[in-house]
Nanobody, 115 residues
Framework: QVQFVESGGGLVQPGGSLRLSCAASGITFRFYAMGWYRQAPGKQRELVARINSDSSTTYADSVKGRSSISRDNNKNTMYLQMNSLKPEDTAVYYC?????????WGQGTQVTVSS
């Protein structure tokens, strides 16, 4: 069975940092493109960052320059380092895996940026 365990979310003050983790099981991790999506109340789910199987990356303009996505294939884990956090970063962040038409989602982890 496929499972994603997300961690690292929580409450942080504006300007602070968080590192989100997504630990995957039940898939051949190295084959999958991995990504982080987020959804704020009343808004559509949007791509935050993606890292492909070849480790190429894509970032949303809103987080470019202050976020970094990475993966450790030996640990079957993907990370998102977020710095200089803003209130508009507040959302539920979801781990996503994609390969050969197969797509899986994590349960989501809440990130709240507030003073």
């Amino acid at each position: 069975q496929v499972q994603f365990v997300e961690s690292g979310g929580g409450l942080v003050q504006p300007g602070g940092s968080l590192r989100l983790s997504c630990a995957a099981s039940g898939i051949t991790f190295r084959f999958y493109a991995m990504g982080w999506y987020r959804q704020a109340p009343g808004k559509q789910r949007e791509l935050v960052a993606r890292i492909n199987s070849d480790s190429s990356t894509t970032y949303a303009d809103s987080v470019k320059g202050r976020s970094s996505i990475s993966r450790d294939n030996n640990k079957n884990t993907m990370y998102l380092q977020m710095n200089s956090l803003k209130p508009e970063d507040t959302a539920v962040y979801y781990c996503n895996a994609l390969y050969a038409g197969l797509q899986y989602w994590g349960q989501g982890t809440q990130v709240t940026v507030s003073s």
